[in-house]
């Protein structure tokens, strides 16, 4: 595991998802929203159909955090299969709405999110 690029990769998407986070709170406030506190802001990440989209990309990472957790240890199959998940999700799809034309406008538009993409393909191959 420790040659393979899949423990990169999940650092990269949590921090991706960050900076995503940040940039789609950032453009819900500027339209006027308030979000009051970190609760609030938890509560719109898992509820609100604006965020609904960061949610396949939290769901990723989890599913990479149980593989990498699993007795016996994952394979390298799986860890292949993942990272091909991780890329077909970032970059598959085009279609107005899906994750990855969302993500396609995140990188247009805010220079660090263009920057993690970067260091990122490196670890999608």
């Known amino acids: 595991m420790k040659d393979h690029p899949l423990p990169a990769l999940r650092n ?17 406030e500027k339209e006027g929203n308030v979000i009051a506190s970190p609760m609030q802001f938890l509560q719109l990440l898992m509820e609100h159909e604006r965020f609904a989209w960061l949610r396949q990309l939290s769901q990723l990472v ?3 955090d149980e593989a990498m957790e699993e007795k ?16 077909h999700l970032l970059l598959g799809s085009e ?3 899906s994750f990855a034309a969302r993500y396609s406008k995140a990188r247009e538009l805010e220079a ?9 393909s490196k670890s999608l191959g």
């Open 12 to 28: 990269q998407l949590l921090n991706l998802h960050k900076l995503l986070m940040n940039a789609e709170r950032a453009a819900y």
């Open 62 to 64: 989890v599913v990479i």
């Open 72 to 87: 016996p240890p994952i394979t390298t199959e799986r860890m292949d299969a993942l990272v091909a998940e991780a890329r």
């Open 95 to 97: 279609e107005p709405g």
């Open 112 to 120: 660090a999110v263009a920057a993690a993409h970067a260091e990122l």
